[in-house]
C-alpha cells in the first residue's frame, strides 16, 4: 500500500532556526486540512523534541510521522560534530514516535553551488576526500539502521557533493545495500541533469523512500545557464507543482506498483517561506493530482 504524506519543507522549513518559518502546529494543522495524514519531522528542532508535546498534537492533527532528514554537511570534515549530533537527535526523536524512514543529504556546498545542474563542470573529491566522506555517510548509515531500527535511505540533492547520477551511483556500490538504500527524489534528479525514470528502472529494489518533487523545465534551464544558486532558484520556482514540470509521475507510479513498493511518498516541494505562494493551497493541488493519477 502506497500512502502519501508531506513535509515541512513546503511550507519553506529548511532550518530548525529560521526566523521567517511558520508554527509548527500551523504546519500539522494545515497538512491536514490539505488532505495528508503523514507528515515528515522537518529540521530537528523545529518540531519540539519532547516526545510527549509532540505526540500530542501528532494526535491532534490526525498525524503520523513519516520520518525525518539529516542536512548537514557530510562533505566538511569539519562539521562532524554538527552531523553527529543532528543525526543522533533525529534518530531518537523517530523512534520515539514509531517513523522509519531516516534520509541523508548532504548539504549545500560553495564549492558545488555554481555548478548545481551542470555535471560535466562540477568540481570532484579528490580520493581521500571521497573515502572520508563515505565513511561519514555510512556510519551515520549504521547508526540509525543498527541502533535504532530505521530504514536509512541515501538522497541526492543539488549543490552538494551527493547530486548528480555517477556519485550517486558509486556511493550505492560502495555501501551494503543492508545498511544504506535509497530515498529517491525526482526533482532533484532532473534538476541534476539525469532521468528520473530509468534511474528508477536501474534502482527500484533498492529504494525504500521516495520524495515526489516536480521541476520546471523552462526554469530549470535559466538556473543552470545562469548558474543561479539554489535558495534562489527555489524562490523562482524551479520546484513547481507536481503536473506541471518534466518529472512523469504516472510512470513513477507504474513503476511503484510493478515493484510492489509499500509505505510513505512524501511531497517536497521546497519554496521561500516569504515567496507569494500559499503552501496550503500547493499542498492542496499536489494532493488532487496525485489522487487524479491514482495515488
Known amino acids: 500500500m502506497i500512502k502519501i504524506g508531506n513535509a ?19 504546519v500539522l494543522k494545515e497538512n491536514a486540512a490539505a488532505g495528508y495524514n ?27 510521522l513519516i520520518g525525518g532528514v539529516v542536512f548537514r554537511a557530510f562533505h566538511d570534515p569539519n562539521a562532524w560534530d554538527d552531523v553527529l549530533d543532528g543525526s543522533i537527535r533525529t534518530c531518537k526523536t523517530l523512534a520515539a514516535h514509531g517513523a522509519t524512514r531516516l534520509v541523508l543529504i548532504d548539504s549545500i556546498s560553495s564549492r558545488r553551488a555554481p555548478t548545481a545542474g551542470r555535471a560535466e563542470e562540477a568540481e570532484q573529491m579528490n580520493k581521500m576526500e571521497w573515502t572520508k566522506f563515505r565513511e561519514r555517510i555510512e556510519t551515520i548509515a549504521k547508526i ?12 541526492a540533492h543539488a549543490a552538494g557533493f551527493m547530486d548528480f547520477e555517477p556519485e550517486l551511483e558509486q556511493l550505492l556500490n560502495e555501501v551494503d545495500e543492508k545498511v544504506l538504500g535509497i530515498c529517491f527524489d525526482t526533482g532533484h534528479h532532473s534538476y541534476a541533469g539525469f532521468d528520473p525514470i530509468k534511474f528508477m528502472t ?18 530549470k534551464y535559466k538556473v543552470v545557464r545562469n548558474n543561479t544558486g539554489f535558495y534562489d532558484a ?13 518529472v512523469d509521475f ?46
Not at 55 to 64: G, I, K, P, R, Y
Not at 144 to 155: C, Q, T
Not at 266 to 278: A, K, L, N, R, Y
Open 38 to 64: 503523514g507528515i515528515e519531522l522537518g529540521p530537528v528542532g523545529f518540531m519540539p523534541e519532547d516526545p510527549t508535546i509532540l505526540s500530542e498534537a501528532l494526535s491532534e492533527f490526525d498525524q503520523e
Open 202 to 219: 536501474k534502482y527500484i529494489t533498492r529504494i525504500n523512500y521516495m520524495h515526489f518533487k516536480d521541476i520546471d523545465p523552462i526554469v
Open 144 to 155: 540509525g539502521s543498527e541502533e535504532y531500527g530505521l530504514s536509512v535511505g541515501i538522497h
Open 250 to 295: 504516472p510512470k513513477v507510479r507504474q513503476l511503484l506498483l510493478a515493484a510492489n513498493f509499500e509505505g510513505w511518498c512524501t511531497v517536497e516541494q521546497d519554496c521561500d517561506p516569504t515567496g507569494d505562494t500559499s503552501p496550503l493551497d500547493d499542498a492542496k493541488l499536489n494532493r488532487t493530482y496525485l489522487e487524479s493519477i491514482g495515488f
Open 8 to 26: 515541512p519543507c513546503s511550507w519553506g522549513v529548511e532550518f530548525a532556526n529560521d526566523s521567517r518559518n511558520p508554527d509548527w502546529r500551523q
Open 234 to 246: 527555489c524562490g523562482l520556482g524551479i520546484f513547481c507543482n507536481l503536473g506541471d514540470g518534466d
